[in-house]
């Protein structure tokens, strides 16, 4: 039993700082972006996400568990094999470049799927992580205030060189959530359902209608550039795709309370 205790306290500390999760209460919120058949804000119905984004420590974890998610195994239509996990010393070791508290980066949308899938969760949807995005440190939609929004931007002008802080270490924002700006992208379930054109007269055109179904997008709010860019950057990726800038958080769905008794108080709105 002695040694038992031995190895156990020689094993290194790793902290799951992205396994919590955060209770996000349902809402609406008028996105900077629409779809052609919805004209109304969007709905968002209650649902968890992690307070920050996945970790190499933890990805390490999923991979080792699950070694055909390893880069030198993981078939080629999941991910592309020059970049995916290419800052590992080797597909079951960090190194040096890969810090077990940064955000996982290099991973594709199957894998980052996957790990989720692994946790009981999912990625979250567009319109779950844009709801949230829109919040600072005290409200829980900032999009209102050009300074919040600069701030953004600047992020996104600084050189992707720079290398990726640890994560939790911003402020939480009004819902509780860490790292949503200012460290990685990060995948949405949903990123390929996102065409946006620059010209709305486009939107009517019957071909781009057939060929997108449902997920024709115009933007309703010019100013919030920082959310075109978003969308911009992830309608441009495929599902196999990794790159250095780009992370991912799990979310999961809470069951629908149902219609609420008489009497009883509304949800907050955000």
């Known amino acids: 039993m002695r040694w038992i205790l031995l190895a156990i306290l020689l094993l290194p500390a790793v902290v799951h700082a992205g396994s919590d999760y955060v209770e996000v ?8 972006l629409r779809y052609e ?49 290419s800052h590992w010393s080797t597909p079951s070791q960090l190194g040096d470049a890969a810090k077990p508290q940064q955000p996982v980066t290099q991973v594709s949308w199957f894998a980052a799927s996957a790990y989720c899938e692994a946790q009981h969760a999912r990625l979250p949807r567009w319109a779950e992580w844009d709801y949230v995005a829109a919040a600072d440190a005290t409200r829980r939609d900032a999009r ?80 919030n550039f920082a959310v075109l860019m978003r969308v911009a950057m992830l309608s441009s990726l495929e599902a196999a795709d990794s790159t250095s800038n780009l992370g991912f958080r799990c979310a999961r769905s809470l069951p629908d309370p149902g219609p609420s008794l008489p009497g009883s108080p509304l949800p907050e709105s955000p």
């Open 37 to 85: 058949d919805i004209k109304d804000d969007t709905s968002v119905a209650a649902f968890e996400m992690m307070k920050t984004p996945v970790t190499n420590a933890e990805f390490l974890a999923f991979v080792r568990a699950h070694p055909e998610w390893q880069r030198d195994r993981v078939a080629s239509v999941y991910a592309e094999k020059a970049n995916y996990l």
């Open 25 to 32: 209460p349902a809402g609406a919120y008028r996105s900077a």
């Open 144 to 223: 209102g205030d050009p300074a919040w929004r600069e701030s953004i931007l600047g992020w996104y002008a600084k050189p992707s060189t720079t290398p990726v802080a640890d994560v939790g270490q911003s402020p939480p924002n009004a819902y509780g959530m860490q790292d949503l700006h200012g460290l990685v992208w990060e995948w949405t379930e949903d990123f390929a359902s996102m065409l946006v054109s620059g010209d709305d007269r486009s939107q009517s055109d019957a071909n781009r209608l057939k060929f997108c179904g449902a997920g024709s997008l115009t933007t309703q709010d010019r100013d």
